[in-house]
């Protein structure tokens, strides 16, 4: 999002659009499952590195993650704001969190108790999100793919489901949900992305162009877009093949 200081024309913002629809999804596509897989192996993670009797750290691990799940937007939205030099909307939207955050912390906490103190920061949080998004739509038409991102989002709710079932089947196992839990949600959830179409050969090349290059990430990154190279072709065939039996 390095583009010129004080952009306020429109038709000059649009070629920024497909830019920013981009970042959005690929970044959510990122971190979303990764922060729905740390909720799902919440219990086995904690429970193997630190015994059963931290029986509400898998909860306030979970809260604490919570606000990760828009980081498509908050992440996106603030660099393009930085970007264009708006700096002062990014300032904005933290003058909000704050304003929210303070007055909610004794309210929630003394109900709740730390539970309350990190769902505050999520209620918080989300609503400087929702000025981001509101301020990025009305001032310069930057509109979101919605299907792409809804897609993303329910790709990582299925792929959640049987990680959940297997920690419940083996909850004295955590040595062993861990690894296996991890390799089951990978597999579903590339192969549902791929099926509800919300990802394809571009979006993996673009996504291995953008953290393959990265030492740190390259790692991880690239096995797992290579397996979701040999899933889009295994979808694609299964689609073929069903569009003949079907005509």
């Given amino acids: 999002f390095q583009a010129e200081d004080g952009i306020r024309d429109v038709e000059r913002s649009r070629g920024l659009g497909d830019v920013y629809k981009r970042q959005v999804k690929y970044v959510s596509m990122a971190i979303v499952p990764v922060c729905a897989l740390l909720i799902t192996l919440s219990k086995p993670l904690i429970y193997l590195l630190y015994g059963r009797e931290y029986s ?20 996106t939205i603030r660099a393009f704001f930085n970007g264009i030099g708006k700096t002062d ?12 955050v303070f007055p909610l912390y004794p309210v929630l906490t003394r109900v709740y108790g730390v539970a ?11 609503s400087a999100v929702c000025y981001l998004l509101s301020k990025v739509t009305r001032d310069y038409r930057l509109r979101l793919r919605v299907g792409d991102i809804a897609k993303i989002y329910l790709a990582t709710f299925i792929s959640s489901l049987p990680v959940l079932t297997l920690a419940g089947v083996l909850s004295d196992r955590s040595f062993l949900v861990l690894p296996v839990g991890f390799l089951l949600f990978t597999l579903v959830y590339f192969f549902f992305n791929a099926a ?3 990802i394809g050969r571009v979006d993996l090349e ?18 797992l877009i290579t397996l979701g190279e040999k899933i889009l072709n ?5 689609k073929r093949h069903l569009k003949r039996r079907l005509t």
Avoid at 56 to 75: H, I, Q, R
Avoid at 116 to 126: K, M, N, P, T, V
Avoid at 209 to 221: D, E, H, S, Y
């Fill in 206 to 223: 673009n996504l291995r162009r953008t953290f393959g290059t990265i030492k740190l990430l390259a790692p991880i990154a690239n096995p």
């Fill in 234 to 238: 295994l979808t694609g065939k299964v």
């Fill in 89 to 100: 909307v990014n300032f904005k939207a933290t003058l909000i969190n704050v304003c929210i």
């Fill in 56 to 75: 509400y750290a898998p909860l306030y691990l979970t809260l604490c993650v919570l606000p990760y799940f828009l980081s498509g937007f908050n992440l």
């Fill in 116 to 126: 309350g103190l990190l769902l505050a920061g999520f209620i918080s949080g989300s």
């Fill in 196 to 198: 509800l179409g919300s």
